[in-house]
């Protein structure tokens, strides 16, 4: 069955880094663009970053725009978002998702929380 599972989250200071992986199998991992979406609480999931299925674009929301990368590794069915000079308001659940022509799948989601 399909499996997204990420890791990587913690407790970090402002201004240190984290490294997010979200795992994939059950479904054809370089065929899917794949994202990450965050949900702090009480309001609602939004959008981070995005990679297309061959790495050929990016896009990222204003927020974290020259903080954060995402990448992906096919031959590990992996995508990964590098988060550095974190600040409390990234503090969220990030979760991890796989979208094509309308499918879509999701991760359960990881604790990332910024603070001193």
């Known amino acids: 069955q399909v499996q997204l599972v990420e890791s990587g989250g913690g407790l970090v200071q402002p201004g240190g880094s984290l490294r997010l992986s979200c795992a994939a199998s059950?479904?054809?991992?370089?065929?899917?663009?794949m994202n990450w979406y965050r949900q702090a609480p009480g309001k609602e999931r939004e959008s981070v970053a995005g990679i297309s299925s061959a790495s050929g674009s990016r896009s990222y929301a204003d927020s974290v725009k020259g903080r954060f990368t995402i990448s992906r590794d096919n031959d590990k069915n992996t995508v990964y978002l590098q988060m550095n000079n974190l600040k409390p308001e990234d503090t969220a659940v990030y979760y991890c998702?796989?979208?094509?022509?309308?499918?879509?799948?999701w991760g359960q989601g990881t604790q990332v929380t910024v603070s001193s």
């Open positions: 998702n796989a979208a094509r022509l309308g499918r879509n799948y």
């Open positions: 059950g479904f054809t991992f370089s065929t899917y663009g």
